[in-house]
């Protein structure tokens, strides 16, 4: 009995170790990072000291109460910002169906037009929305328009990985059965593939619009339109009230959009 | 009385009629997408003309753009590196802040039962205001530079890692903090040794989540003065130095790539 317990005992010991030299380390990692960012940045406690109390006096003399009489000024960037979303989603869904068949490995036997598909998206992906912005308001001018092709494009590189990899992992057994009986590509891709899909393409389309509503908000501080650029124009004429009004319909819009998603997509996840 | 032979009972005649009735309301949501799409369009005054003209001036200047001038490389290295910064710091206010707040806003931890609920709407507040509009707001309030970039990715942090972690809190289980009060383990001790070994994956694996997207956020920041490489997107647009800008583009996607690796392995390590 007791040599049992001793034995556990030092099994156990044995298995935390190398737990705890990890432990030790990444410890130590996250302390060397902070040191070498805090000097880098020229990070320091005193300059927060001494920025505490002009964030308070900011946040108290300028900022509220918000300008409730300048709502309306909000109201047609706010109605932008959702157009410039919607439309941004819809056309980065059509975008991503193609782009994410075409990178689905056990939908297309060409390795290499998968490899160009995923290449493709991850680029899409990890340029920034406000990056994709900053190019097109070069190439199409200022507005909606840059706006809109920015985060179809930033959204493309999203939905295009995520519908290739639920594609990856539908039953392929249902996609037999029908090529069997002689069925083509385009009925398979309809009757045994779409079926599987819907629930994943559904749950993973209403998220990116509630993520591009954020980036629809904020590709205005780069000329995009919508409610970016009015809070930029608010800010730098030091209608600081008027600001915090705008910020006030970001709050509301993101809210209220992120409640819409939320239901319509589990209405429409309980109907399939 | 006859009787009818019906070929359906009376459930699947429901479900029929209410399938019928769910393929009514699929088509009534689609035409309303469709309609809203088109009148967004017209909103927004784009037209397919517009669309194919903007296409090709898009071209043009993706033409222009090459070869990317790698002799800014020299010179765009170091803001890279100031974004990482930038992000680590950030990253690390908003994990300090969240667990402290987390105590107050946890229903099983809070000492006040109302504040949870401030909290936890202070947190909704960070999260849904965007990065940099915080970045904007900070710097009216403590001026340009790297201070503003680093305030603002932790606030925007406060809001995700926040609503995580006091949910991760409220998880825990019961027991666990019972039998340390029971002991006479003060309000910290209860905290330390028993809700942080419970939820320390849960931490971590959100806290390096919380580093992939300020990664991404601190590499745009400086669009609005509020330090990194952002800046350079807008000088180079500005002054249309195509070449500039697919470089610092270049810089934006090798700094991204290297840094979710990292974090890639560390997710990995902590598994």
Do not use: C, H
């Amino acid at each position: 009995m007791d040599r049992n317990m001793e034995n556990n005992l030092a099994q156990l010991k044995k298995s935390r170790r190398p737990g705890q030299l990890r432990l030790l380390f990444a410890i130590i990692l996250v302390i060397v990072a902070v040191i070498w960012s805090w000097a880098g940045t020229g990070f320091s406690i005193p300059a927060i000291m001494r920025g505490v109390p002009r964030i308070y006096n900011f946040i108290i003399d300028d900022l509220i109460p918000p300008r409730f009489d300048s709502w309306q000024k909000f109201l047609n960037p706010t109605l932008q910002t959702l157009y410039m979303a919607y439309v941004g989603a819809i056309f980065a869904i059509i975008l991503s169906l193609g782009l994410g068949i075409i990178s689905a490995n056990n939908l297309i036997s060409n390795r290499l037009i998968v490899y160009l598909g995923r290449g493709i998206s991850s680029f899409l992906r990890a340029v920034p929305a406000v990056a994709w912005a900053v190019i097109l308001v070069a190439a199409v001018g200022l507005g909606p328009f840059a706006g809109t092709i920015a985060i179809a494009l930033g959204g493309a590189g999203m939905l295009g990985k995520t519908y290739a990899d639920s594609l990856e992992e539908i039953d392929m057994g249902q996609v037999e059965a029908l090529k069997a009986v002689g069925a083509s590509w385009f009925q398979v891709l309809t009757q045994a593939v779409l079926p599987q899909f819907l629930p994943d393409f559904f749950t993973w389309s209403f998220y990116r619009f509630d993520l591009n509503i954020r980036s629809a908000a904020v590709v205005g501080l780069v000329g995009a339109g919508g409610l970016g650029f009015s809070l930029d124009t608010a800010i730098r004429l030091f209608q600081f009230r008027e600001a915090t009004m705008g910020i006030l319909w970001i709050f509301g819009l993101i809210l209220i959009v992120e409640f819409i998603t939320a239901k319509s997509r589990d209405k429409i996840l309980e109907g399939l | 009385m006859k009787k009818v032979n019906n070929p359906l009972n009376e459930k699947e005649f429901k479900a029929l009629i209410s399938k019928r009735k769910d393929n009514l309301f699929y088509l009534i949501i689609l035409i309303f997408m469709t309609f809203f799409l088109f009148f967004s369009l017209s909103q927004m005054n784009i037209n397919p003309a517009r669309v194919i003209r903007g296409f090709s001036t898009l071209s043009d200047l993706i033409k222009n753009m090459f070869p990317p001038d790698f002799g800014q490389l020299s010179r765009l290295w170091p803001l890279a590196i100031e974004s990482i910064q930038i992000a680590i710091l950030g990253t690390v206010l908003g994990i300090i802040f969240s667990i402290t707040l987390s105590m107050f806003a946890a229903k099983n931890l809070t000492p006040i039962p109302g504040l949870g609920v401030i909290l936890k709407g202070f947190f909704a507040f960070t999260r849904a205001v965007p990065a940099l509009v915080w970045a904007l707001l900070f710097i009216t309030a403590v001026g340009l530079g790297t201070l503003p970039g680093i305030l603002a990715l932790g606030v925007n942090s406060i809001g995700m890692l926040g609503k995580v972690f006091s949910e991760s809190f409220e998880n825990i289980n019961k027991a666990t903090i019972e039998g340390l009060n029971s002991t006479g383990a003060s309000r910290m001790q209860v905290f330390f040794q028993g809700v942080v070994p419970e939820t320390i994956p849960i931490i971590l694996s959100w806290s390096l989540f919380r580093f992939d997207i300020n990664i991404r956020y601190s590499s745009i920041l400086g669009v609005v003065g509020a330090g990194g490489i952002g800046w350079e997107l807008v000088r180079a647009s500005r002054m249309r130095d195509y070449p500039a800008l697919l470089m610092v583009i270049l810089v934006i996607l090798v700094m991204v790539y290297a840094v979710e690796q990292f974090t890639g392995y560390a997710r990995r390590v902590v598994r």
